[in-house]
């Protein structure tokens, strides 16, 4: 009895070592760092070297006398000066550059252009550990204006510029000092801002499944695909768990992440009720999905969240304050989504502190290749927001993929097809004939 009484204690013991440990965590969570990392100094994980380069960037682009940030990007394996040079440009909200100084901290970043081509990879103001201490007051409450004004994709631009200024200051770029750009989702429309600004500066750029908000308001268009073009069953039983409000907590992130999958099928089972826990949980871990909306919001709110939630009001903000569905015609599952996780920025706007973004992209200034990619089926934006695009870009392709993601799942081909154009552009033979060889269905 005193063993079995030993073990029960120690198994308590155990148990509230293990809450506690977890209230700790979540405090440092959830609480926004004191300072920033400063001049000379270098993250732990990635000590400077000729591939992990530091530089100082002003906190404020407009107002340089704000002070700087320690900011940095990496440049690919076996990088050689003078090549040419492809920048993989993220923005805030896909959270893709951390400070790592291993080999294999490359493998994602080789999975979306290739092993063959060279390219640098930017550390994003605002992605954890980069992290601005400024933006919050003592009691760690966000001052919403300054987060856009600061962590805000104008900011970024201006950043990307000054890191090619400082490749090219120390001879890492051909000697014309121009550059290639790709960017996927919203990196792709980055892709975009950056050439609005400094489209002398860039050859060749491609933009992976993306879409334009400027160009979509335009046209009274949501910026991405209401859920009845990529789902016509699903919107329908949608219609009819919402007017019975039936709509739970957390069931709209579910059905969006799963829908970037192109899974239709595991959406509508959900919407039927149908159905396997069990089986739906091991979608979600392979997904990487929070199944507990409670937990999901309390990330998003996080300071290490902020830009993420700076970036997606940027781009669908002005589409969430007017998004009042009233049939299966109006779903939007990214809407749905985000407008749960944006509360304080929804409040800040109907109390007028701050305003609805808005862009002004001249395209017609760049003169250089430009290449777009879609996927049949993607959720979000497809061929539909594609066609927006391939409009405004004088010298552009348009290439659609039989797929059901949102991002194009690359094989060897892709690559090849990559690698032929960011070598020689799309108007070479190799490019032609490999493009006669894929599984393209419509290019332009």
């Not at 959830?30 to 000590?47: A, E, I, K």
């Not at 704000?66 to 440049?75: A, P, R, S, W």
């Not at 990330?299 to 002005?318: K, N």
């Not at 409009?391 to 090849?416: C, D, M, P």
């Amino acid at each position: 009895m005193k063993l079995r009484r030993k073990i029960k204690v120690g198994l308590l013991l155990l148990f509230f070592i293990g809450l506690l440990y977890s209230v700790v965590k979540y405090q440092d969570f959830m609480t926004p760092p004191s300072s920033r990392l400063q001049s000379g100094n270098y993250y732990d994980n990635m000590p400077p070297d000729t591939s992990h380069i530091y530089l100082q960037l002003p906190l404020d682009h407009k107002d340089p006398n704000k002070g700087n940030y320690t900011g940095f990007y990496i440049l690919s394996p076996n990088f050689k000066k003078g090549r040419p040079v492809i920048f993989q440009l993220y923005d805030n909200q896909q959270e893709k550059v951390s400070p790592f100084s291993d080999s294999t901290g490359f493998e994602e970043f080789d999975e979306v252009i290739g092993k063959s081509n060279q390219y640098v990879i930017i550390g994003n103001r605002g992605v954890p550990p980069t992290i601005f201490p400024e933006l919050f007051d003592t009691k760690g409450n966000t001052d919403i204006s300054k987060a856009l004004q600061l962590y805000g994709s104008e900011q970024q631009v201006e950043d990307i510029e000054a890191v090619r200024l400082d490749m090219q200051q120390k001879g890492l770029l051909p000697s014309d000092g121009k550059i290639m750009v790709l960017g996927g989702s919203g990196g792709g429309f980055l892709v975009q801002q950056y050439l609005n600004k400094y489209s002398e500066h860039v050859s060749r750029a491609l933009i992976e499944s993306s879409s334009a908000p400027d160009l979509c308001l335009q046209l009274n268009l949501p910026f991405a695909k209401n859920f009845n073009e990529s789902n016509v069953y699903g919107a329908r039983l949608y219609d009819e768990l919402y007017k019975n409000k039936e709509i739970e907590p957390g069931l709209n992130w579910l059905l969006f992440k799963i829908g970037l999958e192109g899974d239709t099928a595991l959406q509508n089972s959900i919407l039927r009720k149908e159905g396997n826990w069990i089986n739906i949980k091991k979608h979600l871990k392979r997904l990487s999905i929070p199944n507990n909306s409670f937990v999901i919001k309390k990330i998003f709110q996080s300071p290490s969240t902020l830009e993420v939630r700076v970036r997606i009001w940027e781009l669908i903000g002005a589409d969430l304050i007017k998004y009042h569905p009233t049939n299966e015609n109006d779903y939007n599952l990214m809407y749905a989504s985000m407008i749960e996780f944006l509360p304080d920025f929804m409040e800040a706007y109907e109390n007028k502190k701050i305003s609805v973004p808005s862009f002004n992209i001249n395209r017609e200034k760049y003169a250089g290749e430009m290449m777009i990619w879609a996927n049949t089926g993607d959720q979000d934006f497809g061929s539909s927001r594609a066609n927006l695009l391939i409009k405004e870009y004088s010298n552009s392709k348009l290439i659609v993929f039989n797929g059901a993601t949102h991002r194009i799942k690359k094989s060897q081909w892709h690559y090849g097809l990559l690698e032929a154009y960011f070598t020689n552009g799309f108007n070479t033979e190799d490019f032609k004939e490999l493009l006669k060889m894929g599984d393209s269905v419509l290019g332009k």
